[in-house]
């Protein structure tokens, strides 16, 4: 079983991990190139790939029932 002082050093040190990950991602260019830039290349893909999907899924629009040219 793990003491719960590990358990609460281990979760500080995460966070404090966390924090420092965040800050620099946000200041740092290059840092933020590394790290997200093959990231939101592959949730553009993805986002792309869905909207064809749903453009090809979309039924044709029907005809407009009971008009009269009359």
């Known amino acids: 079983m793990i003491p719960v002082a590990m358990l609460r050093n281990a979760t500080l040190l995460a ?3 966390s ?3 965040a800050v620099t991602s946000m ?3 290059d840092h ?3 790290f997200f830039a093959p ?3 592959e949730i553009e893909r ?3 790939v869905h909207a064809v999907y749903l453009a090809v899924r979309e039924p044709a629009p029907a005809a407009p029932q009971g008009l009269s040219t009359g």
């Open 39 to 41: 990231i939101i290349d």
């Open 19 to 21: 924090m420092y990950f």
């Open 27 to 29: 200041t740092d260019a």
């Open 32 to 34: 933020r190139q590394q």
């Open 46 to 48: 993805v986002l792309a």
């Open 15 to 17: 966070a404090f991990g």
